[in-house]
């Protein structure tokens, strides 16, 4: 079995074997026609329940055959253009070249002396992005494995610093505040369409779900600051303390960016840790002409960008960054055996230091290769593509009069619904849409997101590839809109 082990001796099997692999994803990706094959769990998952993992086939080519049947045919291609799901981006080459390299070196990023080389590159990119973002000469961070981990370790530095300044507050008026006491009166604030890991990070930090207080949005789907004016202010009333206000730049639902600005004027007034979960919206930083619409992100304590989502990167590729490198002391814990004191004193640069994770993979290298080959013109010009595509397909979506459209995008996200002529009732318009959806997923023709605004089923476009065009759009629409007038005639026949 030596002879599976990549080294000096196999270097000739590794490469015969990898482009093989390579030949047949090209292959597939030149062939597909459309973005699933619309395959269902029961069909698929006795193919796979009947695999023998104790019998192997030992030869790659084998292993590649069968792969075909069990993931490469039916797997959903997000380059695509008709692909309008989720948060997936079709990625640039550059960074599945630097996928390739990463992989088969299998350098850990959590200490200097396993990443040699990989822990610098790591972290001029953090001060690369740090510097776009404008946090100052103190800022730092880390790569995380996706926006829910980085908000999780955003707000974890921000429980421990409000934890840090209340109790020295406490001690300095002559009186004694323990962790455990102040935990329970810790507030959280963000807007009613920030991301679920909020609440998820606030439970798994022991703030329980109820710490979060979720501020309204308005028309537009921002955060209602007025209501967060109010809410800071209650919060004091009540003998509670704001740890940290969330804003979002690029909500997942609605693509909406908070008001920034404004936001960070109300963190400061209260003593509020301001995160910004720009996941989804980073890619504005490198746009060649819509920088401004982060305006204010700055002045935020900490930040979470997803390279995977409008860099065009590979997953995992994520990072959390922050105004004080300072802070990043709270996620540190110094190991003997990994990371001794001693190594610190000796400026020895240790990623695990900053990191929750402790073995981690070099996925800053994806975003190396595509700046280094691309830059970020290039790649902010390619985010640009796809907000000029989500403007052009809401005039589309708004001038016809089979759908409704919730707000026009900021981003990239078109949040909409089949409406149709005369009256129906609610509940039949929501299943429509819903129908319309899954049936559109089960023809393997498009693929798009569905959601509920206000309590109602509605669909979704969510926009990130260049590729897509409004013709693209247009046909989509008429399918969703096929899918539910069958549905709907189907069932009020029945009704009738």
Known sequence: ????????????????????????????????????????????????????????????????????????????????????????????????????????????????????????????????????????????????SGGSQSNFHALLLARDEACRIVMKKALDEGRELTKAELLPKLRIFTSEASHFSVKKSAAMLGLGYEAVIAVPV??????????LALELEECAAEGLFPMAVVATAGTTDFGSIDPLPEIARLAAEHCAWMHVDAAYGCGLLVSPTRRHLLDGIERADSVTVDYHKSFFQPVSSS??????????????????????????????????????????????????????????????????????????????IDADPRFEVVVRPQ???????????????????????????KALFASGEAVVAGTKVDGDQYL???????????????????????????????SLAVHH
């Open 1 to 144: 079995m030596r002879s599976h082990l990549l080294n000096e001796t196999t270097a000739d099997l590794y490469r015969r074997s990898v482009t093989e692999g390579v030949e047949r994803v090209a292959a597939k990706l030149a062939s597909t026609q459309r973005p699933h094959t619309g395959i269902s769990v029961d069909e698929l998952a006795p193919v796979i329940d009947g695999i023998d993992l104790d019998k192997p086939l030992e030869d790659p080519a084998a292993a590649l055959d069968e792969l075909e049947d069990v993931y490469l045919r039916d797997a959903v291609y997000f380059h695509h253009p008709r692909y309008l799901g989720h948060l997936n981006c079709p990625v640039v080459i550059p960074a599945v070249l630097g996928e390739a390299v990463l992989s088969a070196v299998n350098s850990s990023l959590d200490t200097w002396d396993q990443s040699i080389g990989g822990t610098l590159i790591e972290r001029r990119l953090i001060d690369w992005t740090a510097r776009r973002i404008g946090l100052g000469p103190g800022a730092d961070g880390v790569f995380t």
């Open 218 to 227: 308005d028309r537009s789907r921002r955060m209602d600051t007025a209501v």
């Open 319 to 396: 990072a959390v960054l922050v105004r004080d490198r300072d802070t990043l002391r709270h996620a540190t814990y110094h190991a003997d055996y990994l990371n001794p004191r001693r190594m610190a004193e000796e400026h020895i640069p240790n990623q695990v230091d900053k990191s929750i994770q402790t073995t981690r993979r070099f996925d800053a290298l994806k975003l190396w290769m595509t700046l280094r080959v691309m830059g970020a013109d290039g790649v902010g010009s390619l985010f640009d593509e796809v907000v000029d595509l989500a403007a052009a397909g809401w005039d589309l």
């Open 411 to 437: 981003i990239s996200t078109l949040v909409f619904r089949y409406v149709p002529a005369g009256e129906v009732r609610g509940d039949l318009v929501d299943e429509a849409n819903l129908h319309a959806r």
């Open 460 to 490: 979704k476009f969510t926009l990130l590839n260049p590729q897509t065009t409004t013709a693209d759009i247009t046909a989509v629409l008429d399918l969703l809109a096929a899918h539910a007038e069958q549905f709907l005639g189907e």
